[in-house]
Nanobody, 125 residues
Framework: QVQLVESGGGLVQAGGSLRLSCAAS????????MGWFRQAPGKEREFVAA???????TYADSVKGRFTISRDNAKNTVYLQMNSLKPEDTAVYYC???????????????????WGQGTQVTVSS
């Protein structure tokens, strides 16, 4: 069992930065692929970024060059550094853990076994 708790969301002006954190419980964290997804009002949940156990990363095209995913296995924490934020980045951001896919970095929500409660990110224009 893995529990995920996100933090770091908030209100920021366009062009600003935020860093989201996701603290995970459980001994399997270091072998899990960790992902970030987001969901804006009236829209489906969408993939943002993911990082596997050998630190291979994948990003959505909409955030490439602006967002960076990283992990600290000693702290059981994954981060999402978000720079040059845009109003269209406004959403609830969710952390997720995939314990099954090994080194495959999935961009599909259905592959992720555990989810956090989400943290709101609002970018004003």
């Amino acid at each position: 069992q893995v529990q995920l708790v996100e933090s770091g969301g908030g209100l920021v002006q366009a062009g600003g930065s935020l860093r989201l954190s996701c603290a995970a419980s459980g001994r399997t964290f270091s072998s899990a692929t960790m992902g970030w997804f987001r969901q804006a009002p009236g829209k489906e949940r969408e993939f943002v970024a993911a990082l596997n156990l050998i630190r291979r990363t994948t990003y959505a095209d909409s955030v490439k060059g602006r967002f960076t995913i990283s992990r600290d296995n000693a702290k059981n924490t994954v981060y999402l550094q978000m720079n040059s934020l845009k109003p269209e980045d406004t959403a609830v951001y969710y952390c997720a853990a995939d314990l099954r896919s090994g080194t495959i970095v999935s961009t599909t929500a259905a592959w992720y076994d555990y989810w956090g409660q989400g943290t709101q990110v609002t970018v004003s224009s």
